[in-house]
């Protein structure tokens, strides 16, 4: 499979926990982001990367949030303290950023985090 | 505020039937417009641009700036497009900009 990958998959933890969530993107892409989708909602940008760089973060994304991309391939996404609002299914997608044309954003399966 | 808005959560059609999915947005600038679906145990795919004026799968979307909406349309719905149906938009200037998601329809074709 060569499309944007995500592990684990699943993720049940108690609130208070440490949960780190890695997504590989697709090879040549440059731009990685992430999204978070909660029940009944469409996804919600949380941050993205252009190569290793950390080009814009949500609001969404409060100081338990951290996301690196330390060699500009894969990417991880580490929340700290975990509540159980942080419930939802973790989006990571790729794109290869171009100066003229379409850029798309492929997305993964996601990683979807139970708190209890 | 940049917004989109899907205002059914569900859409239920006959097989053969018209299928109308509404999206409306609010954006100060140009918009991108797109619409993602999801089959199931699938991921978020790429549907449509507003910008390559194109139909995929039958699907056709026209972006109409002055409602401010951006409808996904077919002309005779078929069993296989059962799925979640996102409408989007690109926020920003720079071709990478992040994307910014409806709360997505449910259609539902009945055989």
């Known amino acids: 499979d060569t499309g944007v990958s995500q592990d684990p998959r699943h993720k049940i933890t108690k609130r208070g926990q440490n949960v780190t969530f890695r997504c590989d993107p697709i090879s040549e892409h440059n731009r990685l982001y992430w999204y978070r989708q909660t029940l009944g909602q469409g996804p919600e940008f949380l941050t993205y990367?252009?190569?290793?760089?950390?080009?814009?973060k949500s609001r969404l994304l409060s100081d338990r949030f951290s996301a690196e991309r330390p060699k500009g391939s894969f990417s991880t996404l580490e929340i700290q303290r975990t509540e159980q609002g942080d419930s939802a299914m973790y989006l990571c997608?790729?794109?290869?950023?171009?100066?003229?044309?379409?850029?798309?954003?492929?997305f993964g399966p996601g990683t979807r985090l139970t708190v209890l | 505020a940049q917004r989109v808005t899907q205002p059914e959560k569900l859409l239920s059609v006959f097989k053969g039937a018209p299928v109308e999915l509404k999206c409306n947005y609010s954006?100060?600038?140009?918009?991108?417009l797109f619409w993602y679906v999801q089959y199931s145990r699938q991921r978020l795919q790429l549907l449509l641009r507003h910008i390559s004026r194109e139909s995929i799968k039958g699907f056709t979307a026209d972006l109409n700036k002055g409602e401010t909406s951006f409808h996904l349309k077919k002309p005779f719905a078929q069993e296989e497009d059962s799925a979640m149906y996102y409408c989007a938009l690109k926020a920003g200037y720079s071709s990478a900009s992040k994307i910014i998601f409806g709360s997505g329809t449910r259609l539902s074709i009945r055989p």
């Open positions: 954006y100060s600038g140009s918009p991108e």
């Open positions: 990367f252009q190569n290793e760089a950390q080009l814009e």
């Open positions: 997608a790729s794109s290869l950023v171009v100066t003229s044309g379409i850029n798309e954003q492929f």
